[in-house]
């Protein structure tokens, strides 16, 4: 039973350091970000799993792989936000990001982040797009997350946005409204 508090307790105190040197390194700016636009849009480079490809009825027109899109489901929140992202005029181009390597990722001090959907817009801006349920928007690793990718952001000098959205916005607006203003 001690043993297995003062094991807990280590963990505890690892985790702590960790968060501590990432916000010291990361968030408050030390950190040398390097803009990977090699992983940004790849067309030789998305490997989504078979068992893992959209098969919905929903047909999306702005696809940069066509057809294949990894890890959605044919509902849902984070369908409805691709839908939206998917209709919207200024939009040239997206892909559903995947959650490994070759996929876009940031650091967090709990190792890599891949947001949901990499946006290009006709002006050629990126837009990185991350979804969240409103059950997470306090939730401190997930604000870690907008914090990096806000940072990243900033490093591309004005060719990326990146933000969350939510289905009610900080101030109550509509996915829609969060998306457009986004993209905008």
Not at 53 to 78: P, T
Request: aromatic share 12%.
């Amino acid at each position: 039973m001690l043993a297995r508090r003062l094991l807990a307790k280590i963990e505890d105190l690892r985790n702590d350091a960790c968060k501590t040197l990432f916000r010291q390194v990361v968030l408050d700016e030390g950190w040398a970000i390097e803009v990977d636009w090699q992983n940004l849009f790849n067309a030789k480079n998305y490997p989504a799993p078979a068992g893992s490809r959209y098969a919905g009825r929903q047909r999306f027109k702005k696809n940069y792989y066509g057809a294949i899109i990894a890890d959605l489901k044919s509902s849902g929140e984070e369908f409805d936000c691709l839908v939206e992202i998917d209709k919207h005029a200024r939009v040239k181009s997206w892909i559903r990001n995947l959650d490994f390597a070759p996929g876009f990722a940031l650091p967090t001090s709990r190792g890599k982040f891949f947001p949901d959907f990499l946006v290009e817009l006709i002006d050629g801006t990126v837009v990185v797009i991350e979804y969240k349920g409103q059950h997470l928007r306090s939730n401190p690793y997930e604000i870690e997350k907008r914090e990096v990718g806000r940072l990243w952001a900033r490093a591309t000098n004005g060719k990326c946005r990146f933000d969350f959205v939510f289905k009610s916005g900080d101030k109550g607006e509509s996915l829609p409204a969060q998306i457009d203003a986004l993209l905008q």
